[in-house]
């Protein structure tokens, strides 16, 4: 089964930028839909971003739509996760995850995906 491993997350002020990174064990990988959710403190896991293992299509959660970018570096087995001007509110773990499919229909459900990585902390300042 297919391992997955984030990185990147940090410390940044408001504003600023980061880059998550998903990197996978698998070279299928490349053709798997990927998502990245993110859980606060006494919240639920939520839907951030996703992209689809075929044509690459993208969709964002309102919240982060226009700031967020998800992209895939297939030579790498990697998917990244780039947030420009974040806001306090964007503090939180966040977990990328995929399915061994290249398509996801309910992109936006956690139930839908098999492979979860072990989380990155990213935290705002204000």
């Known amino acids: 089964q297919v391992q997955l491993v984030e990185s990147g997350g940090g410390l940044v002020q408001a504003g600023g930028s980061l880059r998550l990174s998903c990197a996978a064990s698998e070279r299928t990988f490349s053709v798997y839909a990927v998502a990245w959710f993110r859980q606060a403190p006494g919240k639920e896991r939520e839907f951030v971003a996703y992209?689809?293992?075929?044509?690459?299509?993208?969709s964002y959660a309102d919240l982060v739509k226009g700031r967020f970018t998800i992209s895939r570096d297939s030579a790498k087995n990697t998917v990244f996760l780039q947030m420009n001007n974040v806001k306090s509110e964007d503090t939180a773990v966040y977990y990328c995850?995929?399915?061994?499919?290249?398509?996801?229909?309910?992109?936006?459900?956690?139930?839908?995906?098999?492979?979860w990585g072990q989380g990155t902390q990213v935290t705002v300042s204000s």
């Open positions: 995850a995929s399915k061994r499919a290249a398509i996801v229909a309910a992109s936006r459900s956690p139930q839908e995906y098999d492979t």
């Open positions: 992209i689809a293992g075929i044509g690459r299509t993208t």
